[in-house]
């Protein structure tokens, strides 16, 4: 890994020395020894921050909504979550490709901070490769299916009605509404969440296992079709809340009913809720 | 000194549990937090700490305030609501301890007394105990915090091994200890001191931050913030709110709930204007006001280094880094 | 809830009907003296896919025992491809429905045309005896 980290900074500094980039997002080490947070590196002199380890968990697209109208360019290190998270931008219209320049990175799994071992986010990931960038680090990393990332899903669709309403019920209950799981969500773009339109009751301030059951629910359901499956989600909250059991299961549904489908893989694709096909299964005559 | 065996302490816990709520650090659905003695859950004892702090007891995070119902637009009722009882809470460390003492400052002090808060702190009675064994995240006695011990507790208990130490320290602990005498033991014990492996200085900050308000150094600390509620729901002391309304036809309520200042919309006013527009402002506001603005008014750190917010943040920002830098950092130049 | 209280229990049920199709199809039973149970509250839309798939969970919070959705037959929508939208959305919302918990028999959702006003007395009659056989709703009834 240190191979890459060198490459990392030695790309960095060559795109700010030449000021094709005004600054680069990357990752930098945190005080402790299993984190290493998002880096903003603005001058060519400070690359030696960049580093490139197993804890490199976090998403670097969500910050380009930060500077939709950038003077210069916006260079960014990107995994394969990473890549889609920027075509998923790219395609809600919310940044523009020519106003960032990618640096690939092949990633092949990060480590939980907490236990050291593969992070879950990363056991699912069927696209470790950037399918978007300007420049690739390293060598391809093998790519995977993963039909087994849906299994918890139908162990949980077995159970009897009261039973998955009491498994929903003790998770919701832990949620403490930080929103989180919103904000580093690739496709939670929208500039006024609904959760922020309080007045018109959507959504309740008050924290109890229902109003927090309606907005895990709307927030899945909002971003049902153009989940990347990054799992930033699960990873960001506090309480563990295993949210991509419901982002998963909105992608098992979609994926049988209107045919295979995975989001963001370019920015031409319309997601499937936004289209229809007069051959829909019908079950409402 | 007085002890109890630690493998009497369920007894002990329903003995208090009598006559008040007892609440107690558990492990309920996989989260750590302060729960009553006698639901489901597993005793967590022997945690370094909870992750849900106990100012949900005194400051819950939705609180009804009052409850009206109507009738051809006149009241027809109108309840203040004061849902306090006794309580007794167990288990609290030195650091949480601190952080009751800033929320009774906030709430109970200058001018104007929160009922709300004030009943229900009233009735609460605080078993410290004192702390054996650090997290590498804790760094209370950087912040003046003692992590053996609190004088503000009624009761503060040390950790011996098998048994804890235990000693009143005020009228109401006194009065719990009385309870429990069936159960106290005189032993000799050995207090082992522990300290923090994470260390930050902090001499000094509160007047070089005042002079850093236009300082470029908060575009850069605030950058990688992803603008969730997290460091401000897990921290001890944070203690802004929002007040609503709900209402269904004739009747509702208005109920106070946990508010975060790193929130977007948080000082977004009505008309659309916002003075903390980005990050930068928001990211100044919270440790400014951790750091400065709580020390000017009430003569302590709003941070007790729990070390809560820095292991829970989804992308590392480190209060304790915060401060180093701020001690590097020239006032009058760049970064 | 004691003895009494059940028997006197009624369902709640939340229709939403849009205005080109299901809502005629109601006006229609009622206009030919068409007996319906009373439970059945309509919301009249300007089309089925006006519903938002959050108003479903809102309106179980707020008391709704049951919910129909009820729009035009797919070709017919007034506004040509409004419920082909609706019926992705709630192919989707249904099964999210039911993986949360909340009993499938719960919200149903039907093309029901201008024309239907026997379908539209069937689909609400016999949506309401599944109901009353259930029982009330006590799921994501917290909202207090």
């Known amino acids: 890994m240190s191979d890459t980290t060198v490459k990392m900074r030695d790309i960095a500094k060559d795109l700010l020395d030449k000021g094709t980039v005004d600054y680069i997002i990357g990752w930098e080490k945190g005080r402790f020894s299993n984190q290493s947070p998002p880096a903003f590196i603005t001058s060519a002199a400070h690359v030696g921050r960049l580093i490139w380890d197993e804890y490199c968990l976090a998403g670097t697209a969500k910050y380009l909504l930060d500077d939709k109208f950038p003077t210069g360019k916006i260079g960014i290190f990107a995994r394969g979550c990473d890549a889609r998270a920027i075509n998923r931008l790219i395609q809600d219209g919310q940044i523009n490709r020519e106003n960032i320049y990618i640096v690939g990175i092949c990633c092949s799994g990060m480590k939980d901070p907490a236990t050291g071992n593969t992070a879950e986010k990363c056991q699912y990931c069927t696209h470790p490769n950037p399918i978007v960038n300007d420049i690739l680090l390293g060598d391809p990393v093998p790519e995977t299916n993963k039909p087994e990332r849906f299994k918890a899903i139908e162990e949980l669709e077995r159970l009897s009605p009261d039973e998955k309403y009491e498994y929903w019920s003790k998770q919701f209950e832990k949620c403490i509404r930080c929103y989180a799981c919103r904000n580093v969500c690739p496709a939670c773009n929208c500039r006024e969440c609904f959760v922020d339109q309080y007045r018109v009751g959507w959504q309740g301030k008050q924290n109890n296992e229902d109003e927090n059951r309606l907005f895990g629910l709307t927030r899945v359901y909002h971003i049902a079709d153009r989940c990347i499956e990054c799992g930033e989600c699960a990873r960001a909250c506090p309480m563990g809340l295993p949210l991509m059991e419901l982002n998963r299961k909105l992608i098992k549904d979609i994926n049988k009913l209107f045919g295979p489908y995975e989001a963001s893989m370019d920015t031409e694709t319309t997601p499937p809720l936004a289209k229809y096909n007069l051959e829909d299964i019908e079950e409402f005559m | ?335 | 809830m004691d003895v009494i209280e059940e028997q006197k229990w009624e369902p709640k049920i939340l229709a939403f009907c849009c205005n080109w199709c299901s809502y005629s199809g109601a006006d229609l039973a009622g206009l030919n003296r068409m007996k319906y149970p009373e439970n059945i509250r309509i919301l009249r839309v300007p089309c089925s896919a006006r519903v938002n798939p959050q108003y479903i969970l809102r309106a179980f919070q707020k008391g709704a025992d049951g919910v129909l959705v009820a729009g035009c037959h797919p070709g017919d929508c007034h506004y040509s491809t409004g419920n082909y939208y609706t019926r992705r959305r709630f192919l989707i919302m249904k099964r999210l429905l039911e993986y949360s918990g909340i009993d499938p028999r719960r919200f149903q959702a039907r093309w029901v045309s201008g024309a239907e006003a026997e379908k539209f007395r069937t689909t609400v009659t016999k949506l309401c005896e599944d109901i009353k056989a259930i029982g009330p709703n006590r799921k994501l009834r917290g909202l207090k």
């Not at chain 2, 007394?113 to 950087?142: H, M, Q, W």
């Not at chain 2, 009624?154 to 009143?168: C, R």
Request: glycine share 6%; aromatic share 8%; net charge neutral.
């Open chain 2, 1 to 335: 000194m007085k002890t109890i065996a630690k493998s009497r302490i369920n007894e002990v816990l329903d003995i208090l549990a009598k006559e008040s709520k007892v609440l107690v650090p558990m492990k309920v659905n996989g989260v750590s937090k302060y729960t009553p003695w006698g639901s489901e859950g597993r005793i967590a004892l022997e945690e370094v700490n909870t992750l849900l702090p106990p100012k949900d007891t005194l400051f819950p995070q939705t609180e009804k305030m009052y409850s009206y119902k109507m009738a051809n637009q006149e009241i027809t009722e109108l309840n203040i609501h004061d849902d306090s009882a006794p309580q007794i809470i167990f288990g609290v460390r030195p650091c949480d301890m601190q952080s009751i003492k800033c929320m009774d400052d906030v709430f109970l002090t200058k001018s104007f007394v929160d009922d709300f808060y004030k009943n229900k702190r009233e009735k609460l009675t605080t078993i410290c105990i004192g702390c054996s064994r650090v997290a590498p995240t804790c760094f209370c006695d950087s912040m003046g915090v003692d992590p053996g011990r609190h004088e503000a507790a009624d009761v503060q208990m040390y950790d011996l091994g098998n048994s804890y130490g235990i000693e009143a320290q005020t009228e109401a602990g006194q009065a719990l200890l009385n309870k429990l005498q069936g159960l106290i033991q005189e032993q000799a014990g050995e207090l082992t001191a522990v300290s923090c492996t994470l260390k930050v200085d902090t001499s000094g900050i509160s007047d070089k931050l005042a002079k850093m308000f236009e300082h470029p150094i908060w575009k850069e600390v605030s950058r990688k913030c992803i603008g969730c509620g997290t460091c401000t729901y897990l921290c001890p002391t944070c203690y802004c709110f929002d007040m609503e309304i709900k209402n269904n036809g004739n009747e509702g309520y208005r109920f106070r709930c946990w508010d975060s200042c790193m929130f977007s919309e948080y000082s977004r006013m009505a008309g659309g204007h916002n003075p903390r527009p980005s990050k930068n402002e928001r990211i100044r506001n919270r440790f400014l006001h951790k750091l400065e603005f709580f020390n000017e008014r009430y003569g302590k750190n709003l941070c007790v280094g729990c070390g809560r917010c820095l292991s829970k943040c989804p992308v590392n920002v480190d209060i304790t880094l915060f401060i180093d830098k701020i001690k590097e950092v020239a006032v009058d130049e760049p970064v």
